[in-house]
């Protein structure tokens, strides 16, 4: 006994954010624009590297290559198959370590029409590319968060390992991630500073034209550091823990709930942990304090000095995440607005490994 | 210019859990067996109404229907619509509130072939229902969760009012979902027949043979409850965090991930936030400490006892999740083994909404 899906059961064909089914996945196209109009003013063609694992979507690197940048970093090789075969972009870094050979041998494929280039921080990396037939490749330095990386003052001998295993080294990366929400900004500076100062020492050792480092934490503090691109990929779409920094950049991304249920003390919306990531912290909605978030369910509580009436059973409410980067990573597509209009829908076309 | 993905990307047709491209999620076939009967002992047939929410895996629902039940709870109209195209299940219960037109009457379109219950718990709800054609209701009471639900006190009318439009009222369902993690076993229990007590004098005013409530964490403190069916879900593959309270059911689904890095201090794994869900907390690898997830990555550093040599670069390592409700939903496909060795592989199918 097998029952058909009904269209009916799709999203079909909504015109405005009223239409959504929810949870959903919302862009607003004009805060997107005007986030990547801000980092190019800034950061022109290729002194920004974008980072694709921010938000997974070939459409927004495409909006980013109308900016002027065409060089991307991604942090899967899932993501540069992807933006290869969409025809976006034209020099992708890996910007993390893998060990898969299959997944290394297909990135030599895309290497064979495009630029591809793989950061490494071991011998083991390094023969990884080589056996797959990888030409490319980064020295990763670890510039103090206890993550990837080789030791700055290991990066020389790692980089003449490469070349004697026929590599070409392109140069350095480091990610300074352990700064990004330093909230002093002179410390925030200050810190950037030392961070960058070992990766620039290392690029000594290194050799080789690229120095990258960076994200939309540290977006303003290179001008000094001696680095020539920036990895930044949360400023396109922002999240709440970004906007703690104030930023040139807004909030462009949500998710938009329904009203399900309501009691004289709460209200519920369908939106939770299976569509938006709560690591850093429980999203926010304007007039409300969140409760607690559950699978999937927010109980939300209107705020004490909140002017607005509660909303009732079937209202849309609009959900800022606090993290973009996995939020994204749960989502299949997005809707892309301007004002209460829908434009457009996106395919979250990057998720996976 | 396109770039065609080479087959060789795929994680063709791995043979034990060393071939597998990481991250990968992996369910121990022995373990699910071992909690599905253990739980079927307890709660036989009709008494389990596992809820599919947990896993979003027909596949699972299908070795829980091989242990006797056939009655599913869902938490989204795709999880019903999905079961019932695998031919998984006859007698499906939403248990959530949903507003969408266009869902509701794709779930009457599966009510036309099988049993469909929703629960409501407004008069909207049920104006909803009615809309779509549905006709089967449970009332939804809250039983001291602050999320859905309707206070007890106003089940009985909103009953009556369910029945005036028609709709058949087959019970009532509530979930203590507050007192899933009280550790004290004698407290937990004594809260739990408190909070029950609610549910049943409800049902004494709703009227209907369903009383449905429960989860893993009070599996085995409703004898004297009144309910007459556990909504269980998590039980099937546990967690990190339902260990602590010492159930009788192990831990059946891992995160496998591949130490990409590695410094003299840490290690690195290719599991993050992306792969694995943190509201609970860390996740767990045996001989480690958690440093901290992020979005691709964990960094790990050795347990002070630990005896094991510190991994290998190349290394895999097996991952606990913390919760694995929205753990589950970030996963395509599940890879099924016995001790190395992998049997099949099973579509995460149910994901969505």
């Not at 969409?86 to 895309?110: H, I, K, P, Y």
């Not at 705020?303 to 606090?322: E, H, M, R, T, Y």
Request: proline share 4%.
């Amino acid at each position: 006994m097998r029952v058909r899906v009904s269209p009916s059961a799709q999203n079909m064909n909504p015109q405005t954010t009223f239409d959504l089914a929810t949870p959903a996945l919302v862009i607003d196209c004009d805060a997107l624009e005007q986030n990547l109009s801000a980092m190019s003013a800034r950061h022109p063609g290729s002194k920004l590297r974008p980072h694709t694992k921010a938000h997974k979507c070939t459409e927004i690197a495409r909006a980013q290559t109308k900016h002027g940048h065409t060089n991307f970093t991604c942090a899967t090789p899932r993501e540069i198959i992807g933006m290869a075969a969409a025809g976006v972009g034209s020099d992708f870094l890996l910007a993390n370590e893998v060990l898969d050979a299959r997944r290394l041998t297909a990135l030599a494929d895309v290497a064979k029409d495009m630029r591809v280039t793989i950061a490494v921080d071991s011998i083991e990396t390094i023969n990884a590319a080589v056996s797959a037939g990888l030409r490319d490749v980064l020295i990763d330095v670890n510039v103090g968060l206890p993550r990837c990386g080789v030791a700055p003052e290991l990066a020389g001998q790692l980089a003449d390992t490469a070349r004697k295993a026929d590599l070409t080294v392109r140069g350095v990366m480091g990610y300074e991630g352990h700064l990004m929400m330093v909230s002093s900004d002179e410390k925030r500076q200050q810190r950037v500073a030392e961070s960058m100062l070992s990766l620039v020492r290392a690029a000594q050792d290194v050799g080789g034209e690229i120095i990258s480092a960076g994200g939309t934490g540290t977006w303003n503090l290179h001008d000094n550091t001696g680095i020539n691109e920036l990895q930044a990929g949360s400023y396109a779409l922002m999240d709440t823990q970004y906007a703690q920094l104030k930023l040139p950049f807004v909030q462009a991304c949500f998710v938009v709930g329904t009203v399900i249920s309501r009691s004289k003390d709460w209200l519920v919306i369908d939106v939770g942990l299976k569509s938006l990531s709560t690591d850093h912290g429980n999203p926010s909605v304007d007039g409300y304090d969140v409760l607690f978030c559950s699978d999937e369910h927010t109980t939300l509580v209107r705020k004490k000095d909140s002017g607005l009436p509660l909303a009732n059973i079937g209202d849309k409410l609009f959900v800022l995440p606090s993290h973009i980067d996995p939020t994204m990573a749960m989502h299949s597509e997005a809707w892309v607005t301007r004002g209460e209009k829908i434009l457009d829908c996106w395919k979250i076309d990057l998720r996976g490994w």
